[in-house]
Every structure is written in C-alpha cells, then in structure tokens.
C-alpha cells in the first residue's frame, strides 16, 4: 500500500544535541510537509516542499531546519533542541492543492532530556 | 489568514448515539476541506475529504458537509462506538501551496 513512513516513532535526545528525524513516502506526491503537534493543540505548519522549493513558515524557529534529496524522502533536522521542542512531529504528503486530500505518517514523538 | 475552530472541544456520549462535530473557517475561499482522527500518541487518519465544488462527503457510517457560504462543516457519526472514541480534527486548505489549517479538534469519548 502507498503510505507515509517516519522513523522512529519515538526519539529520545538530550538537550542541546542536534536530531533528524526522516520521513519517505510511495506516493510520488511532490508536497511533503512537517507539523509540529504539542499536547492537546493543532498541528502547526513548520515548513514544507514543493518538489525541491522549500518554504518555511514566517514563525519556525531557526533552529528547525529540513532537507529533501529527492521525491521520497524528507528529514526534519533540529540543531540544538530545547526542552521546549518536545512534541509529535508529523510528516504529510499531497499531490498540489490538495484535491486528492493529505496523507500523514504515524509520527515521531520527540523527548528532550 | 484563515482560522478554524471546533466546538465542542470535548464531548462525551452513550453508545449508540449520534455524534455531531462542528468545525467552523472563517475564509470562504477554501480549496477542500478534510477530518481527520487522532487517537492518542498517534498521526492523523483522513477520514473524509470535500472539495469545494461539494456539499457533502460519505463513508460508512461518516458523513460530512460544507457549507461554504456559512463557513461551517459538520461531520457526523451515526451509532457510535466505543472504537469512535479519539480526537477529530478539521482543516482546511485556502492557499494554492495547498497548506492545511487545523482547528484543534474535539476530544470524544463513547462510552459502552
């Protein structure tokens, strides 16, 4: 079945030592995008791809940064994490505009220690 | 920029009963509109998606509805479950990067 994959699921890192996080999808969708999800609030848009153009949002922090090699994977890169950076990390894909819907990963939680 | 909202943040209801989400936008220019389920540590499952050319969308026992003119979509449960009981979120899209806005969901409990 065509899905979104994130490894891991769980991602434990102290404070300060940077983390990736990776996501690939099946679907040869040319959007792929990260949200950022704290206990019990909506996803937020950190940034996402379209095909190799990266658009970041105007309130992600610096400290977040993504790279995509090619149309399956995309990474979520975090240099120095905060203990306020702890949160599900979620991967979505889309095919433009969105006119065949979304399709997320399952997620990465991330612990900061 | 658009904003959704959900209400109720959190609703509680027998089996059996029907379930009744509200989600509000306040951009009527929308793309589509979709719901997704959270279950708790978990992603988010697309339940039912609706381009603005429709009025509603249908499966199994889920049914959801647009309303563009008004900005309100509702998405119903008929004979809940316990297995209903999760987090269900609304977005929509209003850009043509086809970004998603997440209202932040109603919390649903089924209880046997």
């Known amino acids: 079945d065509a899905m979104v994959i994130q490894n891991p699921r769980y991602q434990v890192t102290q404070f300060g030592k940077p983390v990736t996080l990776s996501c690939s999808q099946t679907?040869?969708?040319?959007?792929m995008y990260w949200y950022q999800q704290k206990s019990s609030q909506a996803p937020k848009l950190l940034f996402h791809y379209y095909d190799k153009d990266f658009n970041n949002e105007a309130d992600t922090p610096d400290n977040f940064q993504s790279r995509r090699p090619n149309t399956s994977f995309c990474f979520l890169d975090i240099r120095s994490p905060g203990l306020g950076d702890a949160a599900m990390y979620l991967c979505?894909?889309?095919?433009?505009?969105?006119?065949?819907?979304?399709?997320f990963g399952s997620g990465t939680r991330l612990t900061v220690v | 920029k658009q904003e959704v909202t959900q209400i109720p943040a959190a609703l509680s209801v027998p089996e059996g009963e029907n379930l009744v989400l509200n989600c509000s936008f306040t951009d009527s220019a929308i793309y589509n509109l979709q719901w997704f389920r959270q279950d708790p540590g978990k992603g988010l499952t697309s339940l039912l998606l609706?381009?603005?050319?429709?009025r509603e969308q249908t499966s199994g026992r889920l049914n959801a509805s647009l309303d563009k003119s008004s900005g309100r979509s509702t998405l119903y449960i008929a004979a809940s479950q316990p297995g209903d009981s999760a987090t269900y979120l609304c977005?929509?899209?209003?850009?043509?990067?086809?970004?998603?806005?997440f209202g932040a969901g109603t919390q649903v409990v089924v209880t046997p």
């Open positions: 679907l040869n969708h040319n959007v």
């Open positions: 977005a929509g899209v209003t850009d043509s990067w086809g970004k998603l806005q």
């Open positions: 979505a894909t889309s095919s433009g505009t969105g006119a065949s819907g979304y399709t």
């Open positions: 609706i381009q603005s050319s429709q």
